[in-house]
């Protein structure tokens, strides 16, 4: 009987698991590092704010894993013998495979800062990383300063976790607007001002140069780069992106790029080893996509794909029209389609903001063709499936600003905003 064995428990590794059980009787071992059990890493933040005990965040009773045959083994591999189909551990035992799947997941990114590494400097990815921030910050008495650095998803969730606790957060941003990479400017703009207006400290512009250690090699203080400040706080909060944590597979013969190197079917230049999740990267973006993808939705679309093949129906993993979404403190935010920072050439966007500054959308659409080509959406709840179905249908950017409604998640909420949204999209074809 084939033994599967998958390295990494987070949302790729347990949704190949639970697929490959549903399909055959294989041997399966989930191997981890982390935590005994799958949760739902998305949810740390909530445990912090306190909203959920760390159990909420398991959606699987401990009884589950051994019910359903799926071997769960703790340690930290340091090498995969990729011609011996053997894994070897820190721990010094080894594990034999038939079949492997590497779903490791990200790592914060470290720039070599001076200091990076002290008691009392984390990211906000793994659950060390909360109990961390448990430790260090758990009230504003112990923490009375934190200093966040990177102006990503990750880092907006750090601050409004800290922000919860009433801890002053001071914000570095290395550019101008906060995820102007992304955002559209009004879009950026917007959050910008939501952000100061939560009382935290935002410092655009601003790169870390340095973090201080105190006399017991704790974080004391940071020094920014750009103007030679200093500011005293507690804990330093590392946000600038994520990285594939794959620093161990780089001796073995598998590929890797900044991931692990895959094709379509998920699988890496050696038979019978694939890698699925934040940590693989394909050779070639995907309709648009980047090659890796460091989003919940398509970790586990990417398991589901990959228990397929290895159940003996090989498939192409096809993710689909883009989409996603998040929440800049009480703002939600959401995305459909492509709406870059950045109209391309052949590109236009209609921008609507609500006048009490928390709600806006941006659309997009091809200005040869008035084909609808995204849309973002900011504290108005809209409907996937709606605007996936448009997306398919290539409908015109008429058609769907004439149907938003059907799109509508909170319709009663959002009836109120539909005439003018309207009425300022036919204003502006009419001044074009």
């Not at 045959?69 to 703790?74: E, S, Y």
């Not at 400017?185 to 400290?201: F, K, L, P, T, V």
């Not at 070639?284 to 093949?309: D, K, L, S």
């Not at 609808?372 to 900011?378: A, E």
Request: glycine residues 8%.
């Amino acid at each position: 009987m084939d033994h599967i064995v998958i390295i990494g428990n987070g949302i790729s590794g347990v949704t190949a698991a639970r697929h490959i059980r549903k399909l055959s009787d294989k041997k399966i071992t989930i191997v981890s590092a982390e935590t005994d059990y799958f949760f739902s890493r998305t949810a740390l933040m909530y445990i912090y704010m306190g909203h959920m005990k760390f159990e909420h965040t398991q959606p699987y009773e401990d009884w589950f894993w051994e019910k359903n045959r799926i071997d769960l083994k703790k340690g930290y591999v340091k090498h995969i013998d990729t011609g011996a189909k053997t894994l070897q551990f820190a721990e010094g035992d080894t594990l034999s495979y038939d079949k492997l799947i590497i779903a490791t997941g990200s790592k914060p990114n470290k720039f070599g800062w001076p200091g990076q590494d002290l008691d009392g400097v984390m990211g906000m990815y793994h659950k060390q990383d909360l109990e961390n921030l448990e430790h260090f910050a758990p009230n504003n008495k112990a923490c009375k300063r934190a200093v966040i650095v990177g102006g990503g998803l990750i880092g907006i969730e750090l601050a409004e976790m800290l922000n919860s606790r009433n801890i002053p957060v001071t914000f570095l941003v290395r550019e101008s607007s906060f995820w102007n990479g992304v955002l559209p400017e009004g879009e950026s703009a917007m959050i910008n001002r939501h952000i100061q207006n939560h009382h935290i400290d935002l410092r655009l512009n601003a790169n870390l140069k340095e973090i201080i250690a105190d006399q017991n090699g704790k974080a004391k203080s940071i020094i920014i780069q750009e103007t030679g400040e200093e500011i005293v706080c507690d804990v330093v909060g590392l946000t600038a992106g994520v990285s594939p944590n794959i620093d161990f597979i780089k001796a073995s013969n598998i590929e890797t790029g900044r991931g692990v190197k895959v094709n379509r079917y998920l699988e890496t230049n050696i038979p019978d080893v694939y890698a699925v999740g934040d940590c693989a990267e394909q050779h070639e973006g995907i309709n648009g996509r980047r090659p890796i993808e460091a989003v919940w939705y398509t970790g586990r679309m990417m398991g589901e794909t990959v228990a397929q093949t290895i159940c003996g129906n090989r498939i192409q993993y096809n993710p689909g029209h883009w989409f996603n979404s998040a929440k800049f403190l009480d703002i939600e935010y959401q995305t459909y389609g492509w709406v870059f920072s950045q109209p391309r050439e052949n590109e236009s966007h209609f921008h609507w903001k609500h006048e009490d500054d928390t709600k806006c959308i941006t659309v997009c659409y091809d200005k040869h063709t008035n084909q609808f080509l995204g849309i973002n959406t900011f504290g108005i709840r809209m409907r996937h499936d709606v605007f996936d179905n448009w997306l398919t249908e290539k409908r015109s950017v008429d058609y769907v600003m004439e149907h938003l409604s059907e799109a509508n998640f909170d319709p009663e909420f959002y009836k109120t905003y539909e005439s003018a949204i309207f009425s300022a999209f036919k204003n502006e074809l009419q001044t074009v």
